[in-house]
């Protein structure tokens, strides 16, 4: 008896469940992936990314590390970005945020920030994903592609759009300056509240 029997027999249970439904379902897979998503989030195990949109496996190509960090000196990111862009060709780049992120807390605090600039990090995220070489070349090339960026709620499990979704690079201009109003309309107040925590 392995100490991990009860997994095994969890996944047991979950492929039959699949398989009932339909018996060829990992058969096709095995032989192919087409999905239409990328979906870059954090390794919070609250935030299970198949799960919170319920796409079956084959649907999403997943990136996840802490705090949904996303720069040019990433090599594993960027050998998902490029695989997931030039072999997929995924249509939809997902930048998913969460709320409570400790990852995204510890880097703000540290630097000086409140919560307020979570809001920022997740533009920032978005912004980033947006300038990278992969992506640009895509657009370039008239690839369809958007990048877009949401934030969950653990203590809810909604995934709601932040209202970031680009999808040329004429349209990272119009998106910056419709974030940077956003976050002056938001009331500062909460923001500084949560600092002190
Ligand atoms: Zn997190």
């Known amino acids: 008896m392995g100490q991990l029997d009860h997994l095994l ?27 239409e998503y990328l979906w870059i989030g954090c390794a919070d195990s609250r935030v299970p990314a198949n799960q919170i949109v319920d796409l079956l496996p084959g649907e999403l190509f997943v990136h996840r ?3 949904n960090v996303v720069v ?31 990852g995204v807390r510890a880097a703000l605090l540290n ?12 533009v920032q995220d978005v912004g980033h994903v947006c300038q990278n070489n992969i992506v640009q070349e895509a657009w370039r090339r008239g690839q369809p592609l958007t990048v ?19 999808a040329s690079e004429e ?5 910056r300056q419709n974030s940077i109003d956003e976050l002056v309309q938001r009331p500062v107040r909460s923001g500084r509240q949560k600092v002190v925590q």
Request: aromatic share 10%; net charge positive.
């Open 111 to 122: 630097e000086g920030f409140g919560l307020i600039s979570n809001w920022l990090r997740h």
């Open 9 to 35: 027999k969890k996944n047991r249970a979950w492929a039959d469940g699949i398989k009932a439904q339909d018996p060829q379902f990992f058969h096709r897979l095995s032989n192919q992936q087409a999905p």
């Open 65 to 67: 590390n802490v705090a």
């Open 72 to 102: 040019h000196t990433d090599f594993n990111c960027l050998s998902v970005l490029q695989f997931a862009i030039e072999v997929l060709k995924v249509k939809h780049i997902l930048v998913v945020g969460h709320y409570g992120c400790g």
């Open 148 to 166: 877009h960026g949401f934030v969950y709620d653990v203590a809810d499990g909604i995934l709601r759009d932040m209202g970031l979704s680009v």
């Open 171 to 175: 349209d990272r201009e119009r998106v």
